[in-house]
């Protein structure tokens, strides 16, 4: 739950500070997560905690920053909460179903944003947080702020995909006395012929005449 709150403090931060908005291509990394590995009552309650989170950051004005939702109410708040619920509990059935697929997530984080216009977000959620980035801007002008929502949902599921499939391993020395070795390979060894480390018979030398 703390990674969560972390990913919703981020997410947070770069709607109201566009000097972070690189923040946002990463944040989300912690609720894909849960939507990958969680069965799907978890995922649910993963997305609901992370949209309360949310909402509590955003909806409180933060030293010179004004807050992010204008007129924080029950009913913005609930929308919050139940939507990534259920986007998540979605995702974690789809990814049951087909495998964890940034690209169909993203296809879902769509009908997320047309979901939380209520909220007077102009630019949506996920692009709001793009707002000081010049080709985000253009994008969103030209195929609209849920295509930068997708991309940025793409990014950040598509990341989880690679540290997932990511393995370390470091071999671990062992002292070679220590390893025995089979009854097979002992066998093998005796049994082959070395002629360049065997020696000749030495016989005896007559007395000189």
Do not use: K
């Amino acid at each position: 739950m703390g990674a969560l709150a972390l990913s919703a403090l981020l997410t947070a931060v770069t709607l109201r500070v566009p000097g972070f908005s690189w923040l946002a291509w990463v944040s989300l990394v912690p609720l894909f997560y849960a939507i990958r590995s969680g069965r799907v009552l978890l995922a649910v309650t993963a997305g609901a905690f992370w949209g309360a989170c949310l909402h509590s950051f955003s909806a409180v004005p933060w030293g010179d920053s004004a807050a992010v939702i204008a007129q924080p109410s029950f009913m913005s708040q609930a929308l919050l909460i139940a939507v990534p619920g259920i986007y998540a509990g979605l995702g974690a059935l789809l990814t049951r179903w087909l495998g964890f697929n940034p690209f169909v997530l993203a296809v879902g984080w769509v009908l997320v944003e047309v979901s939380l216009r209520p909220l007077g977000l102009h630019q949506g959620l996920l692009a709001g947080t793009q707002s000081g980035v010049t080709l985000a801007h253009w994008i969103a002008r030209l195929l609209g702020y849920v295509f930068v929502g997708f991309l940025v949902v793409c990014v950040n599921a598509s990341l989880l995909a690679i540290l997932s499939r990511a393995r370390l391993r470091v071999p671990r020395a062992r002292p070679f006395a220590r390893l025995p070795l089979a009854p097979a390979v002992r066998s093998l060894l005796t049994s082959i012929p070395i002629p360049f480390l065997a020696l000749g018979q030495a016989y005896p030398r007559a007395p000189p005449r």
